[in-house]
């Protein structure tokens, strides 16, 4: 399974993306903005 993985700062501004070699191209921009909600939502923060 290839995947793609997003971290954002407590203000949401992108520290990283990593793509796989084979993962789609669409999913960056998926998982940047599954990164920014978390953050803006502050889960995982306890």
């Known amino acids: 399974m290839a995947v793609v993985f997003s971290v954002v700062d407590h203000g949401g ?10 993962a789609f191209v669409s ?16 889960q995982g923060y306890p």
């Open 27 to 42: 999913s960056c921009d998926i998982s940047l903005n599954k990164a920014w909600s978390a953050c803006s939502l502050k």
């Open 13 to 22: 501004n992108t520290l990283l993306i990593q793509r796989m070699d084979e």
